[in-house]
């Protein structure tokens, strides 16, 4: 009856069902107050523990950024790459061990910046791993420097007159490069956000999940919403149902540039994996 009653203690038995994927001695984590990607985390265990994946089999890639602290919390192998280089080196294990499930967590600096070229041609090989990427809108743990994905006219360190460069929008470019599934949510979006990440965990081929997350710290001081609960609404008024853009006249590049975030499920294909593709002409080469 006390489980039925306190929709609290129902959430500390949920949350225990997927302790023994905590690093716990390394607790609590480094992430500012307000920041999502605790939430990210969550969402990440819920859907991880949901599918029953094998902790042995899977091996977690990350470079450098505030999300790439994520697998440090997280009982299982992972590498900890330099910046920019996470997706180059989740290639080389999916290749070397196509056993091995590989998933990379990465921000939109980490992704989008200085691992562009890797991003771009991992989603075109179709190579097979999860890719999670947390956008914050900035470089959150090096000083609030402006990111390629920082909204036109937004403040930072770098830009204090203003972005006037335009932003990339990740989950597009994943989309035309060849990913055989993409999403982009908001932290706001939990249920969506654990449904993606589970489709993804099992999908063959190169899967992105975009998550757009809060910096407070970073970019809302910047841009008069220090108040964690300000930027939340933010990204509240700024979403718009990828389903509900595709009747208005305006280029999803217009719209990204106008500080739209647009959320859903972009892409499912079904293309082979280059794994797959490189074992299927095994036979021919070792008859060469």
Same mark, same amino acid.
């Given at each position: 009856?006390?489980? @039925?009653?306190?929709?609290?203690?129902? =959430?500390?038995?949920?949350?225990?069902?997927?302790?023994?994927?905590?690093?716990?001695?390394?607790?609590?984590?480094?992430?500012?107050?307000?920041?999502?990607?605790?939430?990210?985390?969550?969402?990440?265990? =819920?859907?991880?523990?949901?599918?029953?994946?094998?902790?042995?089999?899977?091996?977690?890639?990350?470079?450098?950024?505030?999300?790439?602290?994520?697998?440090?919390?997280?009982?299982?192998?992972? /590498?900890?790459?330099?910046?920019? =280089?996470?997706? *180059?080196?989740?290639?080389?294990?999916?290749?070397?061990?196509?056993?091995?499930?590989?998933?990379?967590?990465?921000?939109?600096?980490?992704?989008?910046?200085?691992?562009?070229?890797?991003?771009?041609?991992?989603? @075109?090989?179709?190579?097979?791993?999860?890719?999670?990427?947390?956008?914050?809108?900035?470089?959150?743990?090096?000083?609030?420097?402006?990111?390629?994905?920082?909204?036109?006219? *937004?403040?930072?360190?770098?830009?204090?007159?203003?972005?006037?460069?335009?932003?990339?929008?990740?989950?597009?470019?994943?989309?035309?490069?060849?990913?055989?599934?993409?999403?982009?949510?908001?932290?706001?979006?939990?249920?969506?956000? /654990?449904?993606?990440?589970?489709?993804?965990?099992?999908?063959?081929?190169?899967?992105?999940?975009?998550?757009?997350?809060?910096?407070?710290?970073?970019?809302?001081?910047?841009?008069?919403?220090?108040?964690?609960?300000?930027?939340?609404?933010?990204?509240?008024?700024?979403?718009?149902?990828?389903?509900?853009?595709?009747?208005?006249?305006?280029?999803?590049?217009?719209?990204?540039?106008?500080?739209?975030?647009?959320?859903?499920?972009?892409?499912? =294909?079904?293309?082979?994996?280059?794994?797959?593709?490189? @074992?299927?002409?095994?036979?021919?080469?070792?008859?060469?």
């Amino acid at each position: 009856m006390l489980q @039925r009653r306190s929709p609290c203690f129902l =959430r500390v038995v949920e949350l225990e069902d997927f302790f023994d994927l905590y690093r716990k001695d390394r607790w609590p984590t480094i992430f500012c107050p307000g920041c999502g990607i605790g939430t990210v985390m969550n969402c990440f265990y =819920r859907a991880f523990s949901e599918l029953n994946l094998d902790q042995d089999r899977v091996v977690f890639v990350s470079g450098v950024g505030c999300s790439s602290r994520v697998p440090g919390y997280i009982r299982a192998d992972s /590498i900890h790459t330099t910046h920019g =280089r996470a997706l *180059a080196v989740a290639t080389g294990i999916n290749l070397a061990n196509p056993d091995l499930k590989v998933i990379v967590f990465t921000g939109d600096g980490d992704l989008g910046a200085i691992g562009g070229n890797h991003f771009i041609n991992a989603s @075109r090989r179709n190579v097979e791993m999860t890719v999670i990427c947390i956008n914050n809108n900035i470089y959150g743990m090096t000083g609030g420097q402006a990111s390629t994905t920082t909204p036109y006219n *937004a403040l930072s360190s770098t830009t204090p007159f203003g972005n006037k460069e335009y932003p990339f929008d990740l989950a597009e470019l994943a989309v035309t490069a060849g990913a055989n599934f993409v999403a982009r949510w908001t932290v706001r979006n939990v249920k969506e956000i /654990i449904g993606s990440m589970k489709k993804a965990l099992t999908k063959k081929g190169f899967s992105f999940v975009e998550i757009v997350s809060p910096c407070p710290t970073g970019f809302g001081r910047r841009n008069k919403m220090g108040d964690p609960k300000q930027m939340y609404e933010w990204l509240k008024i700024k979403t718009v149902r990828r389903e509900k853009t595709k009747s208005w006249d305006i280029d999803p590049v217009d719209l990204n540039i106008e500080g739209q975030i647009s959320v859903g499920e972009f892409v499912e =294909r079904n293309r082979p994996s280059l794994a797959e593709v490189l @074992r299927s002409i095994k036979p021919k080469i070792e008859q060469t």
